[in-house]
């Protein structure tokens, strides 16, 4: 079955750097559109970013010119770079794969806690 395992979450200082990283298996990694979701506390799941099978890529309109979203087809892994980190980029980051047929279907990781301290 998919499983997706996120790591590289963690406590940093505003202006700090991060680099998230989401290992997959269970799937043909190439085939799926891959993204980074957010979620704080009291607050819906946001995009983050996502890069499709083709290696097109989309930002969330917080995180443009701060983060950047890459992945690795060969080593079936996504990342995240996150430079510039603000205290409201604190939340629980999952990783996200979909299949965007005619019926989308999602996959979720269980999520890396990324803490941006003042």
């Known amino acids: 079955q998919v499983q997706l395992v996120e790591s590289g979450g963690g406590l940093v200082e505003s202006g700090g750097s991060l680099r998230l990283s989401c290992a997959a298996s269970g799937m043909i990694f190439r085939d799926f559109e891959m993204g980074w979701y957010l979620q704080a506390p009291g607050k819906q799941r946001e995009l983050v970013a996502a890069?499709?099978?083709?290696?097109?890529?989309m930002y969330g309109d917080s995180v443009k010119g701060r983060f950047t979203i890459s992945r690795d087809n060969a080593q079936n892994t996504m990342y995240l770079q996150m430079n510039s980190l603000k205290v409201e980029d604190t939340a629980v980051y999952y990783c996200?794969?979909?299949?965007?047929?005619?019926?989308?279907?999602?996959?979720w990781g269980e999520g890396t806690q990324v803490t941006v301290s003042s």
């Open positions: 890069i499709t099978q083709g290696g097109h890529t």
């Open positions: 996200n794969a979909a299949l965007t047929g005619a019926d989308r279907v999602d996959y």
